[in-house]
T-cell receptor, first 114, second 113 residues
Framework: AQSVTQLGSHVSVSEGALVLLRCNYS??????LFWYVQYPNQGLQLLLK??????LVKGINGFEAEFKKSETSFHLTKPSAHMSDAAEYFC????????????FGTGTRLQVTL | NAGVTQTPKFRVLKTGQSMTLLCAQD?????MYWYRQDPGMGLRLIHY???????AKGEVPDGYNVSRLKKQNFLLGLESAAPSQTSVYFC????????????FGSGTRLTVV
């Protein structure tokens, strides 16, 4: 079975600082990987996804993530945090193939301070 | 606008009552999913469907039933609600292409008292 682990349930950064949210996956074969963002009282919005093309994936709102097979990681980064980035972020994994299902991590709540 | 629509958005049930949550998508997606979100636990898959007339169990199926009579609709039923089913429920759909993406609804907040 596939799984993801998100290190740190809460992360706090200053506005303008680097954002780093960690995600490690467990899978016998390289899977598809996703990052979603959830703003308060809203649904999930896709930030970016890795589907076995380029290992450095650029997403919306200035976020990017790098797939590192040797480290089984897919960490999310953003060079400079904005107040509007405050939200909960979920990493998710899915096996390749058509009949696949997303398995989510437990989430990381990002706080951005002045 | 194309997307996934969930109804209702909020509901309060008494223990033992039943209800049905509706998920509708207008993107002609084959696959549909029901997740529940609880604090500190992320989203967990309840049931899913890979096409009209099909359903399958996910990670936490107990206490729920589903039906997919029409391709565009995926219904989640609670026959006898329990306080442990207090949660936020999300529906999602996706197409079958290799470069797929999941589209999520805005959620249903259910409280069982």
């Amino acid at each position: 079975a596939q799984s993801v682990t998100q290190l740190g349930s809460h992360v706090s950064v200053s506005e303008g600082a680097l954002v780093l949210l960690r995600c490690n996956y467990s899978s016998s074969v390289p899977p598809y990987l996703f990052w979603y963002v959830q703003y308060p009282n809203q649904g999930l919005q896709l930030l970016l996804k890795y589907t076995s093309a380029a290992t450095l994936v650029k997403g919306i709102n200035g976020f990017e993530a790098e797939f590192k097979k040797s480290e089984t990681s897919f960490h999310l980064t953003k060079p400079s945090a904005h107040m509007s980035d405050a939200a909960e972020y979920f990493c998710a994994v899915s096996p390749t193939g058509t009949a696949s299902k997303l398995t989510f991590g437990t989430g990381t709540r990002l706080q951005v301070t002045l | 606008n194309a997307g996934v629509t969930q109804t209702p958005k909020f509901r309060v049930l008494k223990t033992g009552q039943s209800m049905t949550l509706l998920c509708a998508q207008d993107m002609n997606h084959e696959y549909m999913y029901w997740y529940r979100q609880d604090p500190g636990m992320g989203l967990r898959l309840i049931h899913y469907s890979v096409g009209e007339g099909t359903t399958a169990k996910g990670e936490v199926p107990d206490g729920y039933n589903v039906s997919r009579l029409k391709k565009q609709n995926f219904l989640l039923g609670l026959e006898s609600a329990a306080p442990s089913q207090t949660s936020v429920y999300f529906c999602a759909s996706r197409h079958t292409g290799e470069n797929y993406g999941y589209t999520f609804g805005s959620g249903t907040r259910l409280t069982v008292v």
